[in-house]
C-alpha cells in the first residue's frame, strides 16, 4: 500500500513525475492543474498590481476634469497633454496623452499607451514597432477625472480578480486543447503502455513545468532582476519545455493496472437422495412388479 501511494501522480517537474499523471484520476489531474494556473494567475495579478497599476492611478488623477472620446476623437481641453510614468529605476509603462500626436517616442518604456486625436498606439522598448488601436466610433468614453476616479477606484480590485480568473481559466483551456493536439505523439512514443486518456493526460501534464518557468520569469521580472528582453527569452523557454516531456514521459509511463478478474461462481452441489432403510414402499413396489406375471 506505501509503494502504491509513493507512485501516484503529485509534481510534475520531473520525467516520471509527468509520466504518472497518464495512470492518475481526472480529478487528480486537474487538482494539480488548478493549483499551477492559481500561481501563474497570482504572479501576474501581483505585477499588474505592482507595476501597473501606480501608474494608471497617477494618470487618472493628473487628467483634466473634463473630456473623453466622443465618435471616435479625443476631446480635450486645448493644450493639454499628459505624461505619467513609474518611479526611476521600474520603467515598467508610461501613459501618454497628446492630442498633437506622439513626439517623445518609446525610448527606454517597456510599455507606452500613447492617446492621439483618434487612435491610441501600444509599444515597447523591444523596437517592434507601434499597434494602432483607432477609437470605437459611436461611442462616448468618459477621459477625465471627475468620472474616471470614482469609476476606477470601485472597481480596480474586480479588474484584478477578473484577471485573475480569465488566466485560469485560459490555463485549464488550453491545457485541455494542447493535450488533444499532442496525445497522438504520446501515444506512438509509448509504444502502446498508455490508453488514449492516458495521453490525453500525459500530454496536458506535461504543459505545467513551461507555466511554471513562466511564473518565475514575472516573478523576476517584476523584482527587476530580470530585463524584458530577458523575458521574452523566457517565454520561449516555456514554449520548448513541454517538447521535452513530451518525448521522454511516454517511456516511463506505467502501464495502466489491469482488470482485476472476477472469481467465476461455485457451482451449487444438487443433493444426493439417500434411500431410508425403514421405508418398505419401494421394497413392496419391486415385490408387486415381480408377482405380476404380465408385467
Known amino acids: 500500500m506505501a509503494e502504491d501511494r509513493s507512485r501516484e501522480a503529485w509534481q510534475p517537474f520531473t520525467i516520471g513525475g509527468v ?7 481526472r480529478w487528480r489531474l486537474l487538482g494539480v492543474q488548478c493549483l499551477f494556473a492559481l500561481a501563474v ?13 501606480p501608474v494608471i492611478d497617477a494618470a487618472i488623477d493628473q487628467m483634466p476634469q473634463t473630456g473623453g472620446i466622443v465618435n471616435g476623437q479625443l476631446a480635450w481641453p486645448s493644450n493639454a497633454t499628459l505624461h505619467v510614468e513609474g ?14 500626436g506622439l ?41 477625465n477625472k471627475s468620472e474616471l476616479e470614482p469609476w476606477w477606484g470601485a472597481r480596480s480590485h474586480m479588474v484584478l480578480a477578473a484577471l485573475g480568473l480569465l488566466i485560469v481559466l485560459g490555463l485549464l483551456l488550453s491545457w485541455a486543447m494542447l493535450g488533444c493536439l499532442y496525445m497522438m505523439p504520446v501515444k506512438l512514443f509509448s509504444i502502446n503502455r498508455v490508453t ?10 506535461a504543459h505545467m513545468p513551461g507555466a511554471l518557468v513562466m511564473c518565475a520569469g514575472m516573478l523576476f521580472y517584476g523584482l527587476k532582476q530580470l530585463e524584458l528582453i530577458g523575458l521574452v527569452f523566457v517565454w520561449a523557454i516555456h514554449l520548448v519545455l513541454p517538447w521535452f516531456y513530451l518525448f521522454l514521459s511516454p517511456i516511463f509511463a506505467p502501464k495502466p493496472p489491469e482488470p482485476e478478474a472476477k472469481p467465476e461462481p461455485k457451482a451449487k452441489a444438487k443433493p444426493v437422495k439417500q434411500s431410508n432403510p425403514f421405508d418398505d414402499s419401494t ?3 419391486e415385490q408387486s412388479k415381480t408377482d405380476n406375471p404380465f408385467g
Do not use: C, K
Open 41 to 53: 494567475a497570482g504572479t501576474a495579478v501581483w505585477f499588474v498590481n505592482r507595476a501597473w497599476m
Open 87 to 100: 518611479p526611476a529605476g521600474e520603467p515598467f509603462m508610461r501613459i501618454d496623452v497628446q492630442p498633437g
Open 103 to 143: 513626439t517623445n517616442g518609446v525610448g527606454t518604456v517597456d510599455l507606452v499607451m500613447a492617446f492621439e486625436s483618434d487612435r491610441v498606439l501600444l509599444g515597447s522598448s523591444l523596437g517592434l514597432g507601434l499597434l494602432v488601436l483607432p477609437y470605437p466610433l459611436g461611442v462616448d468614453i468618459p477621459f
Open 196 to 205: 488514449w486518456r492516458g495521453a490525453w493526460q500525459l500530454a496536458s501534464a
Open 283 to 285: 421394497g413392496d413396489a
Open 19 to 25: 509520466a504518472r499523471f497518464a495512470v492518475a484520476s
